[in-house]
């Protein structure tokens, strides 16, 4: 992967801190539907997309709740 490059795909541990929130915290959102992800093997890995949709999704909820 060259630098400036976009991964596709990443561990709970990763997504956790491109969100800056627990692991665990993670996981409760993956099991409650709030952040999508994918089963490869035994393996969780969360893409890209669904890190930036969830996080569109709370700053909508945020300027909403404002309002």
């Known amino acids: 992967m ?7 795909l990443y561990r709970p541990e990763e997504a ?5 929130i627990s692991r665990t915290r993670v996981y409760e959102l993956i099991a409650r539907g709030e952040l999508a992800s994918l089963k490869i093997g035994p393996s969780r890995r969360i893409t890209r997309e669904a890190i930036d949709d969830f996080i ?3 700053a ?3 300027q909403t709740a404002g309002h």
Request: aromatic share 0%.
């Open 56 to 58: 569109a999704r709370m």
């Open 2 to 8: 060259t630098t400036g490059q976009l991964r596709l």
């Open 16 to 20: 956790a801190g491109l969100l800056a």
């Open 60 to 62: 909508q909820n945020t």
